[in-house]
């Protein structure tokens, strides 16, 4: 079968696509045969090895698991003995497991995985829009549900609405009964508009920290602004909820700001300043299966690669300038 193979660390050109063994399941897992997988910002964390001290669990001078890709959809092909809840033939939609121990990711022809880790796909849903929900889909039902716990009336804001996480992030909002405002730049608007935002701010032309409104729930995907500044227009009691930010390094990578946010946890008193630090669960994807079965959520996808572009897909993730979600078709 052929797979995006990564023998050492590096940039993008340390991905080479080659054809390597398809594997065979153990007693609980399925092999599926990958129709589509989505690129996120992990992938290109692990590409890099980084941040350094996350190598003491991916291989410190070269990746244990020699390939890319977290988001799956496809295709059961062969259940192993133990499996009872699907065979072949079924649909499935899922996020690798962090104790996934496979030769390759999800950037292949077929996986590996535990039956447990997949749910079924819905029907109305294509396997490119399956693959491009579990792990940011997730990432936002935490941040909005669980951390910020948003409700009815409230005011939330989401800065990085126009991003993979974003879009479904002002979906899940709204779904829970929020006024929203996304942030993200103009050439964004639109989508975020379509994905429910009732106010879109281009943050090239305003600064949302100088807002006289103030937010119930801050939402943070891109950590553009200094928490200083986002204290000003966050409620009394408001909830900050930290997802993500540039990686600005080999050490801590995008962890820089979130040693800001539990720093802030600590001196305030009243607002609570929480950071995403939860996995993806079959459960939970099994809800978004739910929301996407009767419409109440929907995958935004900029742009499709064939495999053997794993890179350029990557690189365009990388460049800032997708809109949603970015997806490898196999």
Avoid at 171 to 189: E, I, N, P, Y
């Amino acid at each position: 079968m052929r797979a995006i193979v990564t023998h050492e660390y590096g940039s993008l050109d340390v991905l080479q696509l080659e054809d390597v063994d398809k594997p065979v399941p153990r007693a609980d897992e399925l092999l599926v045969q990958v129709r589509a997988a989505s690129v996120n910002a992990a992938d290109g964390l692990l590409m890099h090895g980084w941040p350094y001290p996350m190598r003491s669990q991916i291989g410190w001078k070269r990746p244990r698991i020699k390939g890319l890709g977290l988001d799956f959809a496809g295709v059961v092909e062969a259940v192993g003995d133990a499996v009872t809840a699907f065979r072949p033939g079924d649909a499935v939609f899922g996020e690798l497991a962090q104790d996934y121990a496979g030769a390759t990711r999800a950037f292949a022809e077929y996986i590996c995985v535990a039956a447990s880790s997949v749910v079924r796909k819905p029907e109305a849903v294509s396997f490119t829009e399956a693959a491009a929900v579990p792990l940011a889909g997730c990432t936002a039902l935490y941040a909005v549900r669980d951390y910020g716990q948003v409700r009815p009336g409230q005011h939330v804001l989401i800065n990085g609405a126009g991003g993979g996480v974003g879009t479904y992030a002002v979906q899940l909002a709204k779904h829970f009964g929020a006024t929203v405002t996304g942030v993200c730049s103009d050439r964004k608007a639109g989508t975020v508009r379509d994905s429910g935002a009732d106010r879109v701010i281009d943050y090239r032309q305003h600064d949302f920290t100088t807002d006289a409104m103030q937010y119930d729930v801050i939402v943070d995907i891109v950590s553009s602004q200094g928490l200083l500044r986002c204290r000003r227009v966050l409620a009394p009691r408001g909830r900050f909820v930290w997802v993500g930010g540039p990686a600005s390094g080999p050490w801590l990578g995008p962890l820089r700001p979130a040693l800001n946010v539990l720093l802030m946890s600590l001196v305030s008193r009243r607002q609570r300043w929480l950071l995403v630090a939860k996995s993806s669960s079959a459960e939970d994807v099994a809800v978004l299966a739910g929301l996407l079965a009767d419409g109440s959520l929907r995958p935004v996808i900029d742009r499709c690669y064939p495999l053997e572009r794993a890179a350029d897909a990557i690189r365009h993730l990388q460049d800032g300038r997708a809109c949603g979600k970015v997806v490898i078709e196999i």
